[in-house]
């Protein structure tokens, strides 16, 4: 049976192409493996056909949730199973046993917020909770923050309903002692493996071997190798009450030993209602961790570490900066120490307590108390610090392969001084990011997996690593798993006799090694199929756009480790991805864009890198929103990279006409805008709008945006005309965009009037339309003149005190962005940058100076939900939008939470877009519009935000300077 042949047989989807396979050739880790396909299963028959075709085609299946593995769990030369598509669903809940059964697709944290109503909850917690899947948990044994409290995903899994690797489905739970006994009589493969588990581990000497060198009992963190020192606790092979269940094997396992369909999870009651964190800030690694004794006798349900380097990290990142409020001076490390209450005068009885204590100890200079929403942000700034590592510059990078290791808590400290010596020893600065209060470190070295002598390395470390692990008995994966760079180790972990036992429990599980073959037993060697090839010349890619701060456009897709967060969904906030948020497609991730530009830019023997349909299609749904730039943990800049990729691409292919149509969008309006009245006819007419979308191929369903009777231009000589002579606050110059200029000129003509009100002097110079439309379109040529010109007209008059505001998101934000990539005058452009700003961001500023008040504005009580540009939320920061609308004392205002609007420009007016531009917007904005009162005013200060509103709701959006405008005491 052939590739063809199998994808005609399955009710789900099988890829093969280059860009598929590209796309899934890498997970979080450091490895690369071209696989030969790609599965979507829908359901239980598809991966049967799935088995049956590797088992006959002497191939493995690598099974795959969100992609997040960080050692290497992920990547193979099979044929990967996607189940994060189809296998998402919450089969069944019992409220009263608190337990759920769910589908390995579905989304830890999306699973807790379904649980969250019934005070129940699934305890294990990692760092990518939001995009994590409950079968990637399972195979990993994942465990998180929450692990000292409510253990691992091991202590939760109650049953699993499994197919093996004969196509038999199997169901695994608990067994009492004589179940077991009847189940090794059966003659079917489930039974053979009771049969062959019982005979290998029934002798005490067999058991003492195992008890003797695996890790200590106390480590609750522990994933090396099968976890056959927990089915030796049953009653099976103890006297013991503690029944045998297979699922305790099976956690942990990697997907090497059968494939889960669905997993049946013990919950636990919620935790306490009130909470304090105490962030103990430590001038070294050695004090922070001889506190990590202390304070877990304080009942810490978190216990987290994060040195200095991840801080740093964190200062370059926008998201982060909000949440690094509680830092107080330059600390080497800080250790989060949560505790729980069931009323506020407990819980702050338990931090007080915690604080003295922490302060006689004499090992911290600071521990403020954190409450509330300061929580979230530390452990927001907590769980980014593994992505935020992709931000170092350059091919040195933080390497996963010893960041997983846990030892005894008594052990910790000496542990850690002899980890600390060993690695002075390579002249490595290791990185410190730990579960301090599980005795687990996510220590890892600083190589450039590019260089041989660095891999070289790489192996020595991790070999060195784990011998001193098991001086300390303890656990070389903590919760990451053995995967490919640490499976080689098992041995030296667990012996080699217990290792060869396991190899012989994989055998009778997979005898045809069809299960994600090379991870666990019979490993991949650790340090080859490395992502990047070890001594190659690096390719030299000139651009259009200036990537230097990354060195160059390939380091920036390299930026990208394969985290993943551009896969959480719109529940949890955020704007990144919304072209995934749609498809549910890893396709169309900024992960996969990143990668598959990576793959060609590397690969390709093409003269023009860019030149390959593959990269047309992977970028063809991005929305350009910008999310990633600072959504992104590594800050990949995937706008830049399609402006650039377009570029190049239609130098080689030409642009199309209805591309050049919307990147000349501005001189097409200021034609219509001779004859206005005309203009809007054929726009709105039924027959001639109807018409025109068809030759242009906009989309059916879309209205055509209308041409204001008036342009800006025009009115703002009006207005100088006929402001009075006064003192004014300080002069501002207005940029006036294309966009304001001639579509929405009212917004223009309320700036005016609502910043002369004010005590402004605006003024307006003939500017050059800001190039928004030429970049998305990769007119890069073009958007590089429009840049040059304004830089140039600009420079000598824009300063601190006479700053430049402009009204639309996605032209104003142009100076502080894109000009610093495009323009030839490089000083001057930074210099302006530092002076522009979006005009509510103005707004505020001067209420921060007490130079506009709200006695100004009407005390008429008004409700307002308001929606922000995406090119706001990326590179400046919509709170300005709302602190300027909640100015007038009784205007209550709220921002909806709804990421992409899904206009993005002509994205939503292209035919082929409006389906995606659509489910879009209809996954948060839409609703909350929908559901708003007719009184509610709608506000939102992109003008392809407040179209997208209208033809997706029908109610009418204002720009928040209008609303402010209409709120003035003249």
């Given at each position: 049976m052939?590739?063809?042949?199998?994808?005609?047989?399955?009710?789900?989807?099988?890829?093969?192409?280059?860009?598929?396979?590209?796309?899934?050739?890498?997970?979080?880790s450091?490895?690369?493996?071209?696989?030969?396909?790609?599965?979507?299963?829908?359901?239980?028959?598809?991966?049967?056909?799935?088995?049956?075709?590797?088992?006959?085609?002497?191939?493995?299946?690598?099974?795959?949730?969100?992609?997040?593995?960080?050692?290497?769990?992920?990547?193979?030369?099979?044929?990967?199973?996607?189940?994060?598509?189809?296998?998402?669903?919450?089969?069944?809940?019992?409220?009263?046993?608190?337990?759920?059964?769910?589908q390995?697709?579905?989304v830890?944290?999306?699973?807790?917020?379904?649980?969250?109503?019934?005070g129940?909850?699934?305890?294990?917690?990692?760092?990518?909770?939001?995009?994590?899947?409950?079968?990637g948990?399972?195979?990993?044994?994942s465990?998180?923050?929450?692990?000292i409290?409510?253990?691992?995903?091991?202590?939760?899994?109650l049953?699993?309903?499994?197919?093996?690797?004969?196509?038999?489905?199997?169901?695994?739970?608990?067994?009492?002692?004589?179940?077991?006994?009847?189940?090794?009589?059966?003659n079917?493969?489930?039974?053979?493996?009771?049969?062959?588990?019982?005979?290998?581990?029934?002798?005490?000497k067999?058991k003492?071997?195992?008890?003797?060198?695996?890790?200590?009992?106390?480590?609750?963190?522990?994933?090396?190798?099968?976890?056959?020192?927990?089915?030796?606790?049953?009653?099976?092979?103890?006297?013991?009450?503690?029944?045998?269940?297979?699922?305790?094997?099976?956690?942990?396992?990697?997907g090497?030993?059968?494939?889960?369909?669905?997993?049946?999870?013990?919950?636990?009651?919620?935790?306490?209602?009130?909470?304090?964190?105490?962030?103990?800030?430590?001038?070294?690694?050695?004090?922070c961790?001889?506190?990590v004794?202390?304070?877990?006798?304080?009942?810490?349900?978190?216990?987290e570490?994060?040195?200095?380097?991840?801080?740093?990290?964190?200062?370059?990142?926008?998201?982060?900066?909000?949440?690094?409020?509680?830092?107080?001076?330059?600390?080497?490390?800080?250790?989060?120490?949560?505790?729980?209450?069931?009323?506020?005068v407990?819980?702050?009885?338990?931090?007080?307590?915690?604080?003295?204590?922490?302060k006689?100890?004499?090992?911290?200079y600071?521990?403020?108390?954190?409450?509330?929403?300061?929580?979230?942000?530390?452990?927001?700034?907590?769980?980014?610090?593994?992505?935020?590592?992709?931000?170092?510059?350059?091919?040195?990078?933080?390497?996963?392969?010893?960041?997983?290791?846990?030892v005894?808590?008594?052990?910790?400290?000496?542990?850690?001084?002899e980890f600390?010596a060993?690695?002075?020893?390579?002249?490595?600065?290791?990185?410190?990011?730990?579960?301090?209060?599980?005795?687990?470190l996510?220590?890892?070295?600083?190589?450039?997996?590019?260089?041989?002598?660095?891999?070289?390395?790489?192996?020595k470390?991790?070999?060195?690593?784990?011998?001193?692990?098991?001086?300390?008995?303890?656990s070389?994966?903590?919760?990451?798993?053995?995967?490919?760079?640490?499976?080689?180790?098992i041995?030296?972990?667990?012996?080699?006799?217990?290792?060869?036992?396991?190899?012989?429990?994989?055998?009778?599980?997979?005898?045809?090694?069809?299960f994600?073959?090379?991870?666990?037993?019979?490993a991949?060697?650790?340090?080859?199929?490395?992502?990047?090839?070890?001594?190659?010349?690096?390719?030299?890619?000139?651009t259009?756009?200036?990537?230097?701060?990354?060195?160059?456009?390939?380091?920036e897709?390299?930026?990208?480790?394969?985290?993943?967060?551009?896969?959480?969904l719109?529940?949890?906030?955020?704007?990144?991805?919304?072209?995934?948020?749609?498809t549910?497609?890893?396709?169309?991730?900024?992960?996969?864009?990143?990668?598959?530009?990576?793959?060609?830019?590397t690969?390709?023997?093409?003269?023009?890198?860019?030149?390959?349909?593959?990269?047309?299609?992977?970028?063809?749904?991005?929305?350009?929103?910008?999310?990633?730039?600072?959504?992104?943990?590594?800050?990949?800049?995937?706008a830049?990279?399609?402006?650039e990729?377009?570029?190049?691409?239609?130098?080689?292919?030409?642009?199309?006409f209805?591309?050049?149509?919307?990147?000349?969008?501005?001189?097409?309006?200021?034609?219509?805008?001779?004859?206005?009245?005309?203009?809007?006819?054929?726009?709105?007419?039924?027959?001639?709008?109807?018409?025109?979308?068809?030759?242009?191929?906009?989309?059916?369903?879309?209205?055509?945006?209308?041409?204001?009777?008036?342009?800006?231009?025009?009115?703002?000589?009006?207005?100088?005309?006929?402001?009075?002579?006064?003192?004014?606050?300080?002069?501002?110059?207005?940029?006036?965009?294309?966009?304001?200029n001639?579509?929405?000129?009212?917004?223009?003509?309320?700036?005016?009037?609502?910043?002369?009100?004010?005590?402004?002097?605006?003024?307006?110079?003939?500017?050059?339309?800001?190039?928004?439309?030429?970049l998305?379109?990769?007119?890069l040529?073009?958007?590089?003149?429009?840049?040059?010109?304004?830089?140039?007209?600009?420079k000598?008059?824009?300063?601190?005190?006479?700053?430049?505001?402009?009204?639309?998101p996605?032209?104003?934000?142009?100076?502080?962005?894109?000009?610093?990539?495009?323009?030839?005058?490089?000083?001057s452009?930074?210099?302006?940058?530092?002076?522009?700003?979006?005009?509510?961001?103005?707004?505020?500023?001067?209420?921060?100076?007490?130079?506009?008040?709200a006695?100004?504005?009407?005390?008429?009580?008004k409700?307002?939900?308001?929606?922000?540009?995406?090119?706001?939320?990326?590179?400046s920061n919509?709170?300005?939008?709302?602190?300027?609308?909640?100015?007038?004392?009784?205007?209550?205002?709220?921002?909806?939470?709804?990421?992409?609007?899904?206009?993005?420009g002509?994205?939503?007016?292209?035919?082929?877009?409006?389906?995606?531009?659509?489910?879009?917007?209809?996954?948060?904005?839409?609703?909350?519009?929908?559901?708003?009162a007719?009184?509610?005013?709608?506000?939102?200060?992109g003008?392809?935000?407040?179209?997208?509103i209208?033809?997706?709701?029908?109610?009418?959006?204002?720009?928040?300077?209008?609303?402010?405008?209409?709120?003035?005491?003249?």
């Amino acid at each position: 049976m052939t590739l063809a042949d199998l994808k005609s047989e399955l009710s789900g989807e099988l890829l093969f192409d280059n860009l598929s396979k590209s796309i899934y050739a890498t997970d979080a880790s450091v490895y690369r493996m071209l696989p030969m396909a790609v599965a979507y299963p829908k359901d239980k028959e598809d991966i049967k056909k799935l088995i049956s075709f590797a088992k006959s085609n002497n191939t493995t299946l690598i099974p795959r949730t969100a992609g997040t593995s960080l050692a290497g769990q992920c990547v193979g030369k099979g044929i990967v199973v996607d189940v994060s598509k189809y296998f998402t669903k919450i089969i069944a809940f019992n409220k009263e046993e608190q337990t759920v059964t769910v589908q390995p697709g579905v989304v830890r944290d999306a699973l807790n917020n379904f649980l969250k109503p019934h005070g129940l909850f699934f305890g294990p917690n990692t760092s990518t909770s939001n995009r994590c899947m409950i079968g990637g948990m399972v195979g990993n044994n994942s465990s998180g923050t929450t692990s000292i409290q409510y253990g691992v995903t091991r202590d939760k899994v109650l049953q699993l309903e499994t197919i093996l690797s004969d196509g038999s489905e199997a169901v695994f739970g608990e067994l009492t002692s004589d179940n077991f006994k009847k189940k090794i009589t059966e003659n079917t493969l489930e039974g053979k493996i009771c049969k062959s588990i019982y005979e290998e581990l029934k002798q005490d000497k067999v058991k003492n071997r195992i008890i003797e060198n695996f890790p200590k009992p106390e480590i609750h963190r522990r994933n090396t190798g099968y976890a056959i020192d927990e089915l030796i606790k049953s009653n099976v092979f103890s006297e013991t009450p503690e029944k045998f269940n297979m699922c305790k094997l099976l956690s942990g396992s990697e997907g090497t030993l059968a494939f889960s369909t669905e997993i049946t999870l013990k919950l636990d009651k919620l935790p306490p209602s009130e909470a304090i964190m105490v962030a103990a800030h430590f001038d070294s690694i050695e004090n922070c961790l001889s506190a990590v004794e202390l304070t877990m006798k304080y009942n810490l349900f978190n216990c987290e570490m994060m040195d200095k380097t991840i801080l740093d990290c964190t200062k370059q990142n926008k998201t982060q900066e909000e949440n690094r409020a509680f830092i107080e001076g330059d600390p080497k490390a800080i250790l989060m120490c949560e505790v729980r209450g069931n009323s506020v005068v407990e819980v702050e009885a338990l931090g007080l307590a915690l604080v003295e204590a922490i302060k006689t100890s004499n090992l911290s200079y600071a521990y403020p108390l954190l409450i509330g929403d300061d929580i979230q942000k530390a452990n927001n700034l907590r769980s980014a610090g593994l992505g935020l590592l992709g931000n170092m510059i350059g091919d040195k990078k933080s390497a996963a392969c010893i960041e997983d290791t846990a030892v005894a808590l008594p052990d910790l400290a000496n542990y850690i001084a002899e980890f600390t010596a060993l690695m002075k020893g390579y002249n490595q600065d290791a990185i410190y990011y730990a579960h301090a209060g599980a005795g687990e470190l996510h220590l890892r070295p600083i190589l450039n997996l590019k260089k041989a002598e660095d891999v070289v390395l790489f192996r020595k470390i991790t070999t060195d690593v784990a011998n001193l692990v098991k001086k300390y008995n303890g656990s070389m994966s903590g919760e990451h798993g053995d995967g490919i760079v640490r499976a080689e180790f098992i041995p030296i972990m667990i012996g080699e006799e217990n290792y060869q036992l396991i190899k012989r429990i994989k055998s009778v599980f997979d005898p045809n090694n069809i299960f994600n073959q090379g991870k666990i037993v019979d490993a991949f060697p650790m340090d080859q199929a490395l992502r990047y090839e070890v001594g190659r010349k690096e390719p030299e890619i000139k651009t259009m756009l200036d990537f230097s701060k990354s060195q160059g456009i390939l380091r920036e897709t390299e930026k990208c480790n394969g985290s993943g967060d551009c896969r959480k969904l719109p529940e949890f906030g955020g704007t990144m991805c919304p072209s995934y948020r749609a498809t549910r497609n890893e396709k169309d991730t900024t992960r996969a864009r990143a990668n598959a530009l990576r793959e060609f830019l590397t690969n390709s023997d093409k003269e023009n890198k860019f030149d390959h349909e593959e990269l047309k299609s992977v970028f063809d749904l991005c929305l350009s929103c910008k999310a990633c730039a600072s959504e992104c943990p590594s800050s990949v800049d995937v706008a830049s990279l399609k402006a650039e990729f377009q570029y190049q691409y239609q130098k080689e292919h030409g642009i199309p006409f209805r591309t050049k149509l919307f990147a000349y969008n501005n001189q097409l309006n200021k034609l219509g805008s001779v004859a206005p009245s005309v203009t809007n006819f054929m726009f709105s007419n039924r027959f001639t709008s109807s018409t025109l979308k068809k030759v242009f191929g906009i989309a059916p369903e879309r209205t055509l945006p209308l041409i204001s009777s008036k342009n800006l231009e025009k009115e703002y000589k009006i207005h100088s005309k006929t402001r009075t002579s006064k003192r004014y606050i300080k002069t501002v110059y207005l940029y006036n965009d294309e966009f304001t200029n001639y579509l929405d000129t009212e917004v223009g003509v309320d700036a005016l009037e609502l910043l002369n009100a004010l005590n402004y002097k605006v003024e307006m110079v003939a500017n050059e339309e800001s190039g928004r439309t030429f970049l998305s379109k990769g007119l890069l040529e073009q958007a590089k003149k429009a840049a040059n010109k304004n830089i140039n007209i600009f420079k000598n008059i824009i300063s601190e005190n006479t700053p430049l505001i402009g009204i639309e998101p996605s032209a104003i934000l142009t100076f502080k962005d894109e000009y610093l990539k495009l323009a030839d005058d490089k000083i001057s452009a930074e210099s302006i940058a530092k002076s522009t700003f979006l005009i509510e961001a103005f707004i505020q500023k001067e209420i921060e100076l007490g130079n506009i008040k709200a006695e100004q504005f009407t005390s008429e009580a008004k409700t307002i939900k308001f929606h922000g540009h995406c090119h706001q939320k990326s590179d400046s920061n919509q709170l300005s939008s709302f602190t300027v609308l909640n100015l007038p004392k009784n205007y209550k205002v709220t921002i909806i939470p709804s990421g992409c609007c899904g206009m993005a420009g002509s994205f939503g007016y292209e035919k082929e877009h409006y389906s995606v531009s659509m489910q879009i917007g209809e996954q948060t904005l839409f609703p909350a519009i929908k559901k708003a009162a007719v009184e509610t005013v709608i506000s939102a200060n992109g003008t392809s935000c407040r179209h997208q509103i209208k033809d997706g709701t029908g109610r009418v959006a204002k720009h928040p300077i209008s609303v402010l405008r209409e709120a003035l005491l003249y």
